[in-house]
Structure formats: structure tokens, C-alpha cells
């Protein structure tokens, strides 16, 4: 564990005694070369995702498999057995806080939204568009779960790399995590540019904003099956949403 034990406080991170897994050395080293080759690892994913050619949501199937295993693959070949440290035992609090960062999530966005869409104009996320069918909605579910969690990995692995760079150079544990924390949610913004027709107030503003949000759970538990859940919760309240309206027009 870093020397530099400083912490944010019970507020943000939880008084458990647990750290961020690998970016001190702690269960094993990760050298700066294998920290950019799993970063690409996160871009190479995301190209697939974007760029594979799928006709409906059974089709998609695929590339969002492949956009969450090719970043989990890399860290694993480099892990070794000590991959699931970004892992913990989820607990029945940590259920709670799935919902609870969902539902601040979800104010967040809609807040946020309102002033950006007023401002700048906002284009509406496609996702749900051409569904039809018991087949393409489970489908749908099933892979926007899948792709939940490869968008967990594309944020917190290179939050983690960001996290071990600042440490290397010598800043705080406080500093590295705020650096990391902003960094990350640029990233994950830039990354829906295209999902929302290159606007980038919508992308860094909005989308950013609810990153921040959902990396916060990562942050207070140490524990990417948090983040993931309340992401899945997030999306699938607004996706269930958006079609049960579509489906109430005349």
C-alpha cells in the first residue's frame, strides 16, 4: 500500500481499511508498458463496439461481448489470479448503494440535461429505436448488461492507470484520485461523441457529469460490481422509460 495513506473521509470513501487495488504495487507491480497496453486494449474494444457491422440487437450480441473481453483479457493475461482485486464481496449495503447512486444519477442527468439541452441542444441516444419482438428485447437487456460492464472497465481500468502514473511522478493519493476521477469522466465522455452526434457539451457535460457520478461508487467501494450495478440500474430505468413511452403515442 502507497506510504501516503491520506483518505477523502467517510463522505467519499468508506473508513474499511481497503485501497485501490495495483496502482502502488499492491498485490503486484503493473509496469507503465502493460498500463498503456491495457488502455489500448480499452480503445481497440471500443472501436469493435462501435465499428462492427450488426443489424439488430441479436447481432450486436457480439461486438458487445468482444468490447468488454478484449480489456478484460489484456488485465487478466497481466493479473494473473489477482485480476478480481477490482472486485470485493458484495454486501447487502453495497445492493443499496446500486440503487442509491442510480436514482442520484438519474437527478443528476436529468438536471444536468435540462440546462444543456436548453443551451446547446441535445440529440436523443438511438439505443432503443428498432426493437421488435420477446427476441430483440431480451436481447437488448442482455447486452446493454454486458456492454455496462465492458463501460465499467473502459472507465475504471484507466482510472486505475492514471492512479498508478500519479503515484509514480510522486503526487498524493488525494491528488492522484481527483486527477483520475476528472481524467476518466473526459474520457468516457469523449468516448459517446459519436453516440450523440458529436455534440460536446452533451457528451463531456451531461454524460461526464453522470461518469463522475457512477465512478464515485467505484471510489467509495472499491468494488467494480457496484459501479456496474448501479450503471445497469441507471440505464435500464431510462432505457424502459424511453420505450414505454414510444409505445403510449398514437
Known amino acids: ?138 436481447a437488448f437487456y442482455v447486452g446493454t448488461a454486458i456492454q455496462l460492464f465492458g463501460e465499467e472497465l473502459f472507465t475504471i481500468l484507466p482510472f486505475l492507470a492514471v492512479l498508478s502514473l500519479c503515484h509514480r511522478i510522486g503526487l498524493t493519493r488525494t491528488q492522484a484520485i481527483l486527477i483520475a476521477w476528472l481524467a476518466t469522466a473526459v474520457w468516457f465522455g469523449a468516448a459517446h461523441l459519436p453516440t450523440y452526434g458529436w455534440n460536446f457539451a452533451q457528451a463531456f457535460l451531461i454524460i461526464g457529469v453522470a461518469r463522475l457520478v457512477l465512478t464515485l461508487a467505484y471510489i467509495r467501494t472499491k468494488n467494480i460490481a457496484v459501479s456496474t450495478g448501479a450503471h445497469i440500474l441507471n440505464d435500464w430505468v431510462i432505457f424502459t422509460a424511453t420505450m414505454l413511452a414510444a409505445a403510449a403515442r398514437p
Open 1 to 138: 500500500m502507497s506510504d501516503d495513506t491520506r483518505r477523502y473521509g467517510n463522505a467519499i470513501e468508506r473508513a474499511d481499511g481497503q485501497d485501490f487495488p495495483f496502482y502502488d504495487g499492491d498485490p503486484i507491480p503493473i509496469p507503465a508498458w502493460q498500463w498503456i497496453t491495457i488502455v489500448v486494449a480499452c480503445v481497440v474494444g471500443i472501436t469493435v463496439l462501435s465499428f462492427y457491422p450488426a443489424a439488430d440487437n441479436v447481432q450486436s450480441l457480439v461486438p458487445r461481448f468482444l468490447f468488454t473481453a478484449i480489456p478484460l483479457a489484456v488485465f487478466i493475461a497481466f493479473t494473473k489470479q489477482y485480476w478480481s482485486r477490482i472486485f470485493r464481496r458484495t454486501t447487502g449495503r453495497d445492493v443499496g448503494l446500486m440503487v442509491l447512486f442510480a436514482i442520484a444519477n438519474i437527478i443528476v442527468t436529468f438536471a444536468v440535461g435540462i440546462i444543456v439541452k436548453a443551451v446547446f441542444g441535445a440529440t436523443a441516444n438511438a439505443a432503443t429505436d428498432g426493437i421488435h419482438g420477446a427476441g430483440q428485447l431480451v
